[in-house]
T-cell receptor, first 114, second 116 residues
Framework: GAVVSQHPSRVICKSGTSVKIECRSL??????MFWYRQFPKKSLMLMAT?????????EQGVEKDKFLINHASLTLSTLTVTSAHPEDSSFYIC??????????FGSGTRLTVV | GNSVTQMEGPVTLSEEAFLTINCTYT??????LFWYVQYPGEGLQLLLK?????DKGSNKGFEATYRKETTSFHLEKGSVQVSDSAVYFC???????????????FGKGTLLTVNP
């Protein structure tokens, strides 16, 4: 149980275009979801926390106008990278909280901006 | 604020060797502690967790004990296998600085390579 599905797993886009990444909870309702960015050989950087039906809370230094997060339902959160540039290339991972102590993670999205 | 410090490695071991990855934490409240594992190109998988002091989490031969007195949660395995090669993250869950949301704070990860 507590499975999160993240799509796409890989995406290549041209500089200046926007890319949407989806994160779905398959067998539970996720009131809180998290979006992380992972750089090569580095830990995960929390970008933002999204609560269903309300605006996301962004971590310091994360551009909210560039990384748009929508959590419109209890099973879906999306991250849109707007006007992507090569420096946005990274591995993005979503996570959802379930129960009092549980966090489950998506399989990640490798974004390459060319 | 909350923080997690773990040995960064990389750690290279021979098959059947004993593994220890140290993890210490700083938290303002009473956190839950976790070890996650990440295989190449994949997301994170929960390896084990402990929710209160003196709890021992265990899974797939890995163990870690929540030590409040030393604020530690060291990961151990008695005999590693080649298939254990991955990145291991120590993490804690506690309320954020605003006090309204629980979130995970991660260590920097430890790359483990096990050679046959």
């Amino acid at each position: 149980g507590a499975v999160v599905s993240q799509h796409p797993s890989r995406v290549i886009c041209k500089s200046g275009t926007s890319v949407k990444i989806e994160c779905r909870s398959l067998d539970f309702q996720a009131t809180t979801m998290f979006w992380y960015r992972q750089f090569p050989k580095k830990s995960l950087m929390l970008m933002a926390t999204s609560n269903e039906g309300s605006k996301a809370t962004y971590e310091q230094g994360v551009e909210k106008d560039k990384f748009l997060i929508n959590h419109a339902s209890l099973t879906l959160s999306t991250l849109t990278v707007t006007s992507a540039h090569p420096e946005d290339s990274s591995f993005y991972i979503c996570s959802a909280r379930y129960g009092p102590y549980g966090y489950t993670f998506g399989s990640g999205t490798r974004l390459t901006v060319v | 604020g909350n923080s997690v410090t773990q040995m960064e490695g990389p750690v290279t071991l021979s098959e059947e060797a004993f593994l220890t990855i140290n993890c210490t934490y700083t938290a303002t409240g009473y956190p839950s502690l976790f070890w996650y594992v990440q295989y190449p190109g994949e997301g994170l998988q929960l390896l084990l967790k402990a929710t209160k002091a003196d709890d021992k989490g265990s899974n797939k031969g890995f163990e870690a004990t929540y030590r409040k007195e030393t604020t530690s949660f060291h990961l151990e395995k008695g005999s590693v296998q080649v298939s254990d090669s991955a990145v291991y993250f120590c993490a804690l869950s506690d309320r954020d600085s605003g006090g309204s949301n629980y979130k995970l704070t991660f260590g920097k990860g430890t790359l483990l390579t096990v050679n046959p």
